[in-house]
């Protein structure tokens, strides 16, 4: 069965540090990878997936299927970055019925 | 307004009560989904509906009944809940349920069951 595992419940580090978290998951196939996250009093959004290759908000996240990884970086962590974050997986079958298997998330707090 | 909505905001009900939660996007998605975020498990997807068909029931309980009844409103009805059920419920969109799509996000409904 596919599963998303956040190995870190809550994460803290001080402005300017450096801040990895943490993503591992479980399908023998070929997965697509997702973070979402959720800023204080504002919703569920994405904020970078796999497929796209992209950085958001100095953010990057890279797929490492020896280790069934997707970790999401920042070199340098800013004030407001401090939200919940969330992996996120798919095992698109052929065309229809992708789905979304969601990590229990991340609380990270960036100290001034 | 814009986006997903999801009314009520917040709900309080007995286990006897009838109730239903709604959600509306402005999005022109063919896809919706409901899901349950609990304090004590991963967001958990409940239902899946593309183009008002409902293509997926994951094992939801019989007490919560989705309503799909044109691409732009979904409803969830909630008959003889249980505490356990009280959790936040989130409603989405995407273009399509194909997977690699965005999924956008509503504000939630926080459910308190009695």
């Known amino acids: 069965a596919q599963r998303v595992t956040q190995p870190e419940k809550l994460l803290s580090v001080f402005k300017g540090a450096p801040v990895e978290l943490k993503c591992n998951y479980s399908?023998?196939?070929?997965?697509?990878l997702f973070w979402y996250v959720q800023y204080s009093r504002q919703r569920l959004q994405l904020l970078l997936r796999?497929?796209s290759r992209e950085s958001i908000k100095g953010f990057t996240a890279d797929l490492n299927k020896g280790e069934t990884s997707f970790h999401l970086k920042k070199p340098f962590a800013q004030e407001e970055d401090s939200a919940m974050y969330y992996c996120?997986?798919?095992?698109?079958?052929?065309?229809?019925?992708?789905?979304?298997?969601f990590g229990r998330g991340t609380q990270l707090t960036v100290w001034p | 307004e814009t986006g997903v909505t999801q009314t009520p905001r917040h709900l309080v009900m007995g286990m006897t009560n009838k109730k239903s939660l709604k959600c509306e996007q402005h999005?022109?998605?063919?896809?919706m989904y409901w899901y349950k975020q609990s304090a004590k498990k991963p967001l958990e997807l409940m239902f899946v509906?593309?183009?008002?068909?409902?293509?997926e029931n994951n094992s939801v309980p019989s007490r919560f009944s989705p309503e799909c009844p044109n691409s732009s409103h979904l409803f969830l009805h909630l008959h003889t809940l249980q505490p356990e059920d009280s959790a936040l419920y989130l409603c989405a969109s995407s273009h399509d349920e194909v997977g690699y799509n965005e999924q956008f996000f509503g504000p939630g409904t926080r459910l308190t069951v009695l």
């Open positions: 999005l022109g998605h063919n896809a």
């Open positions: 796999h497929i």
């Open positions: 509906y593309s183009l008002e068909e409902r293509v």
């Open positions: 996120a997986l798919t095992v698109d079958r052929g065309s229809t019925l992708g789905r979304l298997y």
């Open positions: 399908y023998s196939g070929s997965p697509e």
